[in-house]
Structures are given as C-alpha cells and as structure tokens.
C-alpha cells in the first residue's frame, strides 16, 4: 500500500533490537487493511509500537475507526462513527476512563511536517496514549527513527536512549526525574516534557545537564489536544496570552480551573455552547504567569481544611537533596484524609541532613498540609502514561 502524505518513507522504527522501515511497516497494514475493512473498524494496543504504527496505516488505508486500547475499562461510544478516525482512552488517572475521537487531521495540527530524518526519537509514554501518539506522529512525519520499549521504567528507558543515541525525548516530569536520577546522559538536542505541572527545579536541571538541547514543555490533552508550547525555560506560561490567546487556542481562567477553546480538541468532548471546555486543572496567576498548582478532582479535605497535594509536591521538590516526589492522600479516622509522602534523595544523599530540610521547607505550611510520614524510596512507580501513581491505603 501506499504511504499516506503524513508519513515519510525514510521513517524508521527500533524495538526489541529490531529496526523497521515504513516499507515494512506499510506491507503489514496492507494485509492488515482488508480485515479492518471487514470487520468495519479495529482495535489496537500498545504493546508493540509496531503494531500500532501498522494499524494506523491499515485503517487509513480501510477508511475506518482504530481505537487505541490501555484499560480496556474505557466504554464503547454510543454512535460508532464511520470513516477514519481514531479513538484514544483519556488516562483515567481520577477515575474510569472515557473513550474519545479525534479526526486524524486535527491530530496532526500542531506536528511540523518538515524533513528530520537524523533524528532520534525516544518513546517514554504509553504507546496508544495521546502523548505517545504525538511523538509516533511526529517522528513518523520527520522521518527519524524511533526507538521504543513498551514497559520499560524510566531507568531502562534512560539506558536505552543513551545506547541508541537518542536526540529527541518527550516525557512526563516523572520519567524526566527518574532519568536524571539514573545518570545516563544521551546525546540529546530536544527536550519535550508534558503530561503534568513541569516546575522550575526541573528545568533549571534540565538545563544544565543538558546544555546543547533546546527545552519546552508542552500542554495537551486527551480531550482538549494539543494546545501550546512554552520554551522560554520558565513555569506555567505568559499571562498575557490570556487575552491574546496562543496557536489558535483561547485561554481563560473560571473559578480558578484552565479552559481552553481549541480547533484540535477531539471530537467528542464536553463543551459549552462557545466550544469552551473545562479542563480541570487548577491554575494561578503570579506576576507575569499563569501557573499550574493540580488537578480539582484532585483535592482533598484534611479535617475541614482543602488541600492541593501537587502544591506540597511543588514545595518537596524544591528541597535540596530530593531526586523526586510523591504526596498522596490516605483515609484517617481521625481527619478524615491526611497526607503522606515518597522521597527519592539524590545520590549519597544523607538522610539526616535530607530529613532536617525536608521538616524546615514543612514547617511553613498549614499543620493540615503537612504529611504525616514521609519514607524514602530509590524510585516512584509510574503508570504507563509516565504519571505518578498515587496509592491509596490506610494510615
């Protein structure tokens, strides 16, 4: 079959010690077309990269619906659409997973269409995710190569990348965390981070440890798509582009939470009557830029006093000695909720002078944002979309 215009033939794909070429990859989702055309749509998972970048192709090429499985837990749409279109699961990350279409057109809005066949890519999200789907997308049309590992940690990626030579990585701040922890160093030329609130510790590392590439974090979802990119190596972004607004995407702020109006969010989500959709992140306005503090649905209540568990992570994270941070809310049944805490010091960091500082930078908050443990660990699980996982258990 014949490549679609998006994709370049001098894209490459390495997994598992294998490299393939879009020839390749376009002689099995020819095979694979006919079946799709059958059956009027397919489904696809992520673990095997190749796989799905055949399955894209075959149903471009069938001219039906793909949906991109990671739970299986997300429902069925109620209309089954016709024509191609893809289906992506939002993370789930709060709850059940909700299951969304994107015209593959608006997909492809914000990806330079622009010859980068010496590129690179690493593969650190979940493949079927929506951020996955953007850096397969993007090496796709650039025509570099991608190296992928479904279910690597971040260490393994780390190492990967650096035995690959990769130039260009995107990741959650998490997989970022746990790479510069890891200490490898590959030769990069590109740093995307994306996926959660990016903070300013984390840039400033970045930054030095790798000088010669250019660094941005991008914001996107799901639902909304992709929307903006900052690269001015601060948090959050301008002020002022809520009112100007940023790559055709409209920005305001409602109670304290982002909305976003944008022509690439998917086709199905929820919107007012303007096309204004509520993204759930709560934001605030500091001087010059609008910051991101966590999620709304991501509050708790400590005994009658509202809690941000992202916004103590902030302030963890900016202790010296923390390699990476996790905060989480437990039941109590005294308080209702209160919350813990994961440290992962930085290397021959030493615990007693780590936990001094930890209990200085504490001290400043309200008693009932304080965690009440705190353990340190050598490493945080992350979830396949590169995002903390936050476990719940008894205090």
């Not at 294998?18 to 055309?37: C, F, I, M, N, S």
């Not at 929820?270 to 509520?278: K, Q, S, Y």
Request: aromatic share 4%; proline share 7%; charged share 20%.
């Amino acid at each position: 079959m014949d490549l679609p215009d998006w994709i370049s033939p001098r894209f490459r794909l390495t997994e598992g010690g294998v490299t393939q070429d879009a020839a390749a990859l376009a002689g099995r989702a020819g095979r694979l077309a006919t079946e799709y055309r059958q059956a009027g749509g397919g489904g696809v998972d992520g673990s095997s990269v190749a796989g799905l970048a055949a399955a894209l192709l075959a149903a471009r090429e069938a001219g039906v619906p793909l949906r991109l499985r990671r739970s299986g837990a997300a429902p069925a749409l109620a209309d089954m659409p016709s024509g191609f279109s893809l289906l992506l699961e939002t993370s789930g990350t709060t709850g059940t997973p909700k299951l969304v279409r994107h015209d593959p057109s608006r997909l492809l809005g914000r990806i330079p269409r622009t010859a980068a066949p010496d590129a690179v890519w690493l593969l650190s999200y979940d493949p079927c995710g929506f951020a996955g789907l953007q850096v397969l997308l993007t090496a796709m049309a650039g025509g570099g190569r991608l190296v992928a590992a479904p279910g690597a940690d971040a260490a393994a990626l780390a190492a990967l990348a650096a035995a690959e030579g990769c130039t260009h990585a995107s990741g959650t701040p998490s997989f970022w965390r746990g790479l510069l922890l890891s200490g490898a160093r590959p030769p990069l030329k590109a740093i995307t981070i994306g996926g959660e609130a990016v903070d300013e510790a984390l840039l400033d590392r970045l930054a030095e440890s790798f000088p010669a590439a250019r660094l941005r974090h991008i914001y996107a979802s799901t639902e909304a798509g992709a929307l903006f990119a900052v690269a001015d190596g601060r948090a959050g972004f301008p002020a002022s582009w809520l009112e100007s607004g940023i790559e055709g995407v409209g920005l305001r702020i409602g109670d304290g939470v982002l909305e976003v109006r944008s022509p690439r969010r998917a086709l199905s989500p929820e919107t007012d009557a303007e096309g204004w959709l509520v993204t759930g992140d709560l934001v605030e306005v500091v001087g010059d830029r609008v910051l991101f503090r966590g999620r709304n649905d991501g509050v708790v209540n400590v005994g009658g006093v509202k809690v941000v568990p992202e916004q103590v992570e902030a302030l963890l994270l900016s202790v010296a000695g923390v390699g990476d941070a996790a905060v989480a809310a437990v039941p109590s049944p005294i308080t209702g909720q209160l919350l813990t805490a994961r440290i992962v010091p930085v290397p021959n960091m030493s615990e007693e002078i780590l936990r001094d500082r930890l209990r200085d930078a504490l001290s400043t908050l309200p008693p009932a944002a304080r965690p009440r443990r705190i353990e340190l660990v050598e490493r945080l699980p992350l979830a396949p979309s590169g995002k903390k996982i936050r476990m719940e258990g008894a205090a």
